[in-house]
């Protein structure tokens, strides 16, 4: 018995064993395995250097943010708040530097000072206010989010270029957003291993109750972790920045969610008390795959997230399975607690694989083995009717040119959209399409596919110091110009308006808004009574002119920044709508042509979006094939009113 045992422990420590031990004991590390290999066999592009470097930038963010809420979740806390004190911190940063004139050094101090502010007062309100973890950190989600729009004015603002090397590459070839985060990983790994604080998670984790009665400081303990949680934040905010080259208030929305997913599929619990950095680090890695791989894939944009959530959910679940058949196994001996996690390890590896495989075969969008060219469109959003019509424009005229035309959705995220460009550099695609969230902050993607020999054509939004082969456009300030003229026209140059903005930060939003004021200087007779913004979206267009009409029942007019504000407007003003009150919209979507020839809206400035779509990827194919293409493609917009919808084909 004896001799069978130390065999056993022989053959344990070997090589081979430490590993199969390694994998079975680390559920989330066999997925990445597995994930890795079979979209290594679904497309050739995956595992190539430039790709993989490509995923560990991608994951970069991600993982910054989820050390700090590694901390927090092992005290048994939660923050949702780092996305959003990611961007003010960055914000702070930006704006003292490059509109204050404070020393970069001093600068990048006050950036991250701006962390550890706003997780101070985290682990204030809840240590000491008594507010649940989920509330206070909720609030400081709004509040940082609303402080870095009033900083910025809702617009980016320019990173210092010494700071924006954080952006950069050492050596042409390895990027330092990777190396901030092994740097930030050791830092967290040795806070948890080897420090008193570290120790104080664990235990407030595990048992918040004795961990007071054996003396522990829980408060004093809480407000450091909140506060470390804040400093991984700013950090992850500036290599964020820095990659984009410019602060953007709206940047990090919704990356919370991603830091808590990536360090509860690294093997942390939400109840607290067990997680590691280096767990955590595997789970950024994970989403980091997953998107890169779907994208390579061609998977469709809508079902992207689809699949992702469905396999988090399953890892996380099947490891959750693993551990307990290992841990109700124990009773059976070491061979029962072997063969039960083995089993589950085998279950999930095999769940991932079919997910995977599956995911490509059913949802597969191009062909990889076709001959024909490849492009890839990254659109900003496709949770608006505009920027469908410019999808459909494109695939229609890519079908009929013979082109795989790969479309991806940025979600008016601008780091993600940078991601998605960074995946067809890599993936050596004849031309890129791209219709910017930012124009600033997609410069250094572009920069990336003309060192690539990538011809690159943008779409309905310019992209600011990068050379593109061809701007098709429509032009938003003369566009909102017309919008200013119209509703001036149709009121007889006297009346009061408001006027419903887009999405701040965004350079559509900011370049109709001009419009609309130079518009509106000819007609002093016209006075503007507030001016709200919506986000482009048809429900908040309704809340917000609910709430204005409260406070100026009197209006006679509105300009919206697109059609869905101007359809929410219209329902919340009911009856009002096309005759006591004027609706001006923009974009000329169907939805808002109908409200046009219906008389609820009085005009729209149409764009043609199908024709931006079309005339894109007839100039991209030009430029794959060396042929010359014209620098602008300008495609006329005009004002749609009831008298002319019917011949207005878009």
Do not use: C
């Not at 991608?58 to 901390?71: D, E, P, R």
């Not at 000491?128 to 989600?141: D, E, N, Q, R, V």
């Not at 950095?277 to 994970?286: D, F, M, Q, V, Y």
């Not at 996380?316 to 124990?330: I, Y």
Request: avoid cysteine; glycine fraction near 12%; aromatic fraction near 4%.
């Amino acid at each position: 018995m004896a001799t069978d045992t130390l065999k056993s422990r022989a053959s344990a420590t070997g090589a081979p064993g430490g590993l199969r031990r390694l994998l079975l004991d680390n559920g989330a590390l066999t997925a990445l395995i597995v994930l890795v290999i079979a979209l290594s066999a679904l497309s050739g592009d995956f595992l190539t250097t430039d790709n993989l470097l490509n995923i560990g930038v991608q994951a970069a963010v991600t993982a910054i943010l989820a050390f700090g809420v590694t901390f927090v979740i092992v005290s048994a806390g939660i923050d949702l708040s780092v996305g959003s004190v990611a961007a003010l911190s960055a914000t702070v940063l930006a704006w003292s530097a490059t509109q204050h004139g404070v020393p970069v050094a001093v600068a990048v101090l006050l950036g991250l000072g701006t962390g550890v502010v706003a997780g101070l007062v985290n682990g204030f309100l809840i240590a000491y206010g008594k507010l649940p973890p989920f509330i206070a950190t909720l609030a400081m989600l709004s509040v940082g989010r609303g402080l870095a729009l009033v900083i910025s004015q809702g617009s980016p603002i320019a990173f210092p270029t010494s700071v924006s090397h954080l952006g950069d590459t050492l050596g042409g070839w390895l990027p330092v957003p990777v190396l901030v985060m092994v740097v930030m990983g050791l830092a967290a790994a040795l806070v948890l291993g080897r420090t008193y604080i570290g120790r104080s998670m664990y235990a407030i984790g595990g048992n918040e109750e004795a961990a007071r009665l054996s003396g522990l400081r829980v408060p004093k303990q809480k407000l450091a972790i909140y506060a470390l949680s804040g400093v991984f934040a700013a950090v992850a905010g500036v290599v964020l920045a820095s990659r984009l080259s410019s602060a953007q208030p709206q940047a990090a929305d919704g990356y919370e969610l991603d830091a808590i997913a990536a360090v509860v599929i690294g093997g942390a619990s939400l109840a607290g008390g067990t997680g590691k950095a280096s767990g955590t680090l595997i789970g950024a890695l994970i989403l980091a795959v997953l998107r890169n791989g779907l994208n390579l894939l061609s998977v469709s944009a809508f079902w992207q997230q689809v699949v992702i959530g469905v396999v988090i959910a399953l890892a996380v679940l099947l490891d959750t399975v693993r551990r307990k058949a290992g841990a109700t196994s124990v009773a059976t001996g070491p061979g029962g607690a072997g063969k039960g996690k083995q089993a589950a390890t085998y279950a999930l590896a095999a769940v991932v694989t079919v997910a995977i495989v599956g995911a490509a075969s059913f949802l597969h969008g191009g062909s990889s083995s076709s001959t024909n060219p490849r492009m890839g469109l990254s659109l900003s959003t496709l949770n608006n009717p505009f920027f469908v019509q410019i999808r459909a424009g494109a695939q229609a005229e890519a079908r009929k040119l013979g082109v795989d035309l790969t479309v991806t959705d940025a979600q008016n995220d601008a780091s993600q959209q940078a991601n998605q460009l960074q995946n067809f550099t890599s993936s050596s695609l004849g031309a890129i399409i791209v219709n910017p969230v930012d124009s600033d902050a997609a410069s250094n993607s572009v920069k990336a596919a003309d060192q690539a020999k990538i011809p690159v054509i943008a779409v309905d939004r310019g992209v600011n110091k990068a050379d593109v082969d061809a701007l098709v456009a429509s032009d938003n300030v003369a566009g909102g110009e017309l919008a200013a003229r119209t509703i001036a026209g149709k009121l007889g140059g006297k009346g009061k308006i408001v006027i419903l903005q887009g999405q701040a930060g965004t350079s559509a939003a900011r370049e109709r808004a001009q419009g609309f004021a130079n518009g509106l200087k000819a007609y002093p007779g016209i006075q503007v009574l507030a001016q709200q913004p919506a986000d482009f979206d048809r429900t908040k267009g309704l809340d917000v002119m609910s709430n204005l009409l409260q406070a100026h029942p009197d209006v006679q007019g509105v300009i919206a920044a697109n059609d869905e504000m101007a359809l929410g407007a219209a329902k919340a003003l009911g009856s009002k709508a096309g005759k006591s009150v004027q609706v001006v919209g923009f974009d000329g979507t169907p939805d808002g042509l109908t409200a046009v020839k219906n008389g609820t809206l009085y005009a729209s400035v149409a764009q043609q979006p199908t024709q931006l779509g079309r005339i894109a990827v007839d100039n991209a194919l030009r430029a794959v094939q060396g042929k010359k293409v014209e620098p602008t493609v300008k495609v006329p917009v005009k004002v749609v009113t009831k008298d002319d919808v019917a011949g207005f084909s878009g």
